[in-house]
């Protein structure tokens, strides 16, 4: 996999997050701040680690679920490794600007 076509395949991976949601809030997880780190080996490896808005989200298997789903279907992409973890634990700054607007918080 040549760099190019790496990053074309990082930013498909990052429109398909775009369009998962937490059921409850009507932001995506990528513009939430969620999603804290995409890497993506040359052997097509996608890895993700990820967070919650609460460790107890009732939402968490759907929301893993639809990344998991979502990702594999990217071209490029043949195996997701999805981590969920809960540090650094996330905050309203994680949000970026677009969500922030969105959800009042500007």
Known sequence: MTPNEKLQIEERIVEVLKTVYDPEIPVDI???G???NIDLADDG???I???LTAP???AADFIMEDVRMKTEGVEGVKDVRLNLV???EWDRDMM???AKLDLGFL
Request: proline residues 10%; charged residues 25%; negative net charge.
């Open 30 to 32: 990528y513009n939430l």
């Open 34 to 36: 969620l999603i804290y």
């Open 45 to 47: 490896l996608l890895e």
């Open 49 to 51: 680690d990820m967070t």
């Open 56 to 58: 107890n989200c009732p």
């Open 86 to 88: 809960f540090e650094p």
């Open 96 to 98: 970026s600007e677009e």
